[in-house]
């Protein structure tokens, strides 16, 4: 299958500071790609659709100014969490869609973030 | 999107056929049932995708009723490396891949 690209793996950074995470679609073209988050023992929660060339779509409750999204190219997502506090320590997990045809999303590995 | 549910969790051993139900009574007629498997700190997994009857690949199965309104992921012969949680999702055909997960299916397969 295709195959997406999350870096870093884990990340540890301290309160205030910025924290960039990339997702990249290795082998396939990606006009939309999702960012979800995921707490110890939860499931997958939806944060936002980036759209490539245009303005993100956040979910109900997630703050656009506090986690930004480019998505400069087809082929690269990036999802920026400012200011980071403990409570965004997290599993942050993309997902992406071939640019053509109706397939299924492929994931990435995740980043573990942890705020100290 | 259409939402599913599916048991917390379910334990297993070894050599054994696992059947994981899910409900999705409000599903719509573009939406395709889709399956994933996550492992512990990892992006989950396509497993399979079916939108009726019987769907089979080479790890797994999926049945899914005339009416669509639930579906069944068949594991055959699962092994300790099948421990992880499942996830049944319905998504809208030809409308990216944007999935709502639900609370999943934690498998414990025993020796």
């Known amino acids: 299958g295709a195959v997406v690209s999350q870096h870093p793996s884990r990340v540890i950074c301290k309160s205030g500071t910025s924290v960039k995470i990339e997702c990249r679609s290795l082998?396939?073209?990606?006009?939309?790609m999702f960012w979800y988050r995921q707490f110890p023992k939860q499931s997958l929660m939806l944060m936002a659709t980036?759209?490539?060339?245009?303005?993100?779509?956040?979910e109900q409750g997630v703050e656009k100014d506090k986690f930004l999204i480019n998505h400069a190219s087809l082929t690269l997502s990036t999802l920026t969490v400012t200011s980071a506090h403990p409570e965004d320590s997290s599993f942050y997990i993309c997902?992406?869609?071939?640019?053509?045809?109706?397939?299924?999303?492929?994931f990435g590995q995740g980043t573990r973030l942890t705020v100290v | 999107l259409a939402k599913t549910t599916q048991p917390i969790s379910m334990d297993s051993y070894e050599g054994q056929e696992v059947n994981i139900t899910c409900s999705h009574n409000?599903?719509?007629?573009?939406?395709?049932i889709t399956w994933y498997q996550q492992f512990p700190s990892q992006g989950p997994r396509f497993i399979i995708q079916?939108?009726?009857t019987k769907v089979t690949n080479e790890v797994a199965s999926l049945f899914i009723p005339a009416d669509r309104k639930s579906s069944t992921l068949s594991l055959p012969r699962v092994s300790l490396s099948d421990t992880a949680v499942y996830y049944c999702?319905?998504?809208?055909?030809?409308?990216?891949?944007?999935?709502?997960f639900g609370q999943g299916t934690e498998l414990s397969v025993k020796p």
């Open positions: 997902s992406a869609v071939q640019t053509s045809g109706d397939t299924e999303a492929f």
């Open positions: 082998d396939f073209q990606a006009t939309t």
């Open positions: 980036s759209n490539e060339g245009s303005k993100a779509t956040y």
């Open positions: 409000n599903i719509a007629t573009n939406d395709y």
């Open positions: 079916g939108y009726k």
């Open positions: 999702l319905v998504r809208i055909y030809n409308q990216g891949g944007k999935l709502i």
